[in-house]
């Protein structure tokens, strides 16, 4: 979850994206919409904690419980970490047992292969329009977060990959393990419309992540709402500066996510 980043703007065609192939019967049913279906109602969500900066937040939600721990590669947010700091930042993840996950914006596919090597960082999440179409060559060992926004109606308003591939003659020879849906501007604070959106269906074969303005109070609301197969926050879980994480936040969000799906 970014903050600052500028709302996503229309597709053209000179981009060049990537087409999809269709999954096959062993991934088939991976790639089915979570939204809804009997899988995603067993099992609580996983928690991402996004916006990680140092070593001490990245022990802090590691211990509390959290799934993943997201850090940011695009050096315009507030919340950057540099390249030294990602590769501790990764450790901490690995010798807990979660997942790393980078956020990237513009960069091309080396730069995103290339930081994501020297950290060690698991998954690569798609945030902005020129990460995304970094999508076909990305290679498959390196896991993808592909991210969607959605306006204040509900409404998506970025091209799926399937959409993309409408106008391309390339093809994608690796899979999306997971899908984003977030606000037009990431790491804002401001909450989706839970009740009107519409969780795009066959994008990701691990499931989708909720974004967008969730905290300890609403998270159980969010869950229960939209049963999510992972729930990712940022801002919601910081002291009064917005970057360090707090402890008594991310315990409650926690313990929180785990209600919702009571």
Known sequence: MLQGIPGPKPF????RPCKPQLPNTRHRHLHAAIKGTSESLQH?????ICGITSVQDAKLAASAGADMLGMIMWQKAKRAVSASVARDIASVAEDHGIQSVGVFVD?????????????????AQLHGKGARHALCQLPENLHV???MNSDDHGIIQTPSPAQLAEQSEQV?????????IDG??????????WSKLKVPNHVAERGWL????????????AVSELQPTVVDVSSGVTQHDGITK??????????AVKQGRQ
């Open 172 to 180: 994608l020879s690796r899979h999306v393990q997971w899908l984003l």
């Open 210 to 221: 909720l974004a967008g303005g969730l905290n300890p109070d609403n998270v159980a609301e």
């Open 145 to 147: 977060v592909y991210v």
């Open 107 to 123: 960069e091309n596919p080396q730069q995103i292969q290339d930081m994501c090597g020297a950290s060690g960082i698991q998954v």
């Open 12 to 15: 053209t065609s000179g981009s």
């Open 184 to 193: 037009q501007q990431g790491g804002s604070g401001q909450t989706l419309p």
């Open 246 to 255: 707090d402890k008594q936040k991310v315990a409650a969000f926690i313990a």
């Open 44 to 48: 609580t969500p996983q928690v991402k």
